[in-house]
């Protein structure tokens, strides 16, 4: 029970810079972005919960969206990073793998 | 994208009906963008099914993984009616935002608790200083030989010798500066948790 309340958290703390990193590269719909979340890392959501976040991150200005007709025949709509939310994630994954370096070799220390 | 059949038409815009439902106090515009966000989705994963399912069953299938309307929709509004009313200072939806706030998740509970005793505070403030003027006798700063016994409105008998009340008119501009003073300062705790609460990357914003 424990274990499944921590997974549970560091997932929801990792969500954001997840969603964050897959826009890096290219923009990308709600959908697409929870395929890749479920197939890469485990880290499972509600489908619905995405959409609000989506949202969020907008309200924000961290991502900005629009429409795009797709050949399947209904609308996308599609997400990219704005400016600040570009210069937000390359932080954040400066902070993640400096920290997530630190644990590693503390856990290494540990054996 | 094929048809859906007019059972899963009735099942889909009974969904997005509810959605539309629960999204009311939204400006339409945005209403609808989600709407037809949600709607977008609900429609690829059906047509990404293979040809041998019944698409009722698909259809069934991604309303379930999406959600119930409320669950989600919820959040939304929510997120709407707090960072808009704090942006544009409109006390009604900030109102609004903090009700629904504290009936969805503990922690908003106990922050809306603390912020409307707050601004019932703030409002008592200025009460008082209202009040001075219509009931001059009652209202004051009063000491009761020489240790505070009350600021504010004294139900009882005041003539009490041992009864001083120290402000006199003052009491008036004093008590509305602090009444104000505690209004700004919940606001800008409040405009601080909002932001921290509903916007997750301040925290590696500011180190």
Redesign the interface.
Known sequence: MELSKWIAQTRKGTL?LGILVLLRTKKR???EILEILERNSGMVI????L??LM??LK??G?VISEWVESV??????YYSLSKEGRR?VE??IE?WSTFSNTLSRLIDEGR | ?EELSPESKKLLEEYLQKLRGVLKSLPEEERD??V??????I???V?QSSQAEADTEVLKNALF?????E??GF??VT?YLL?KGIERKKAMMIFKGLLRWGCNTLVGFFYSLFFFASYLISASFVIVGIMKPIFPEKVGFFLRNGRFENFGLIMGVTDNPNMQEVLGYWIIPIALVIGIAWFFVTTWLLRKVIRSR????KK??EK
Do not use: C, V
Request: proline share 5%; net charge neutral.
């Open positions: 954001e719909y709600g959908l509600t489908e619905g919960t959409y609000p949202n969020r309200r924000e961290r399947s025949g209904h609308p996308r709509k937000l932080q954040m902070y | 994208m963008e989600i037809l966000e949600i709607k977008g989705h429609q690829e994963r047509a993984r999406l959600g119930k309307p669950e989600y959040e939304f997120d960072s509903f916007g997750f990357w590696y914003h």
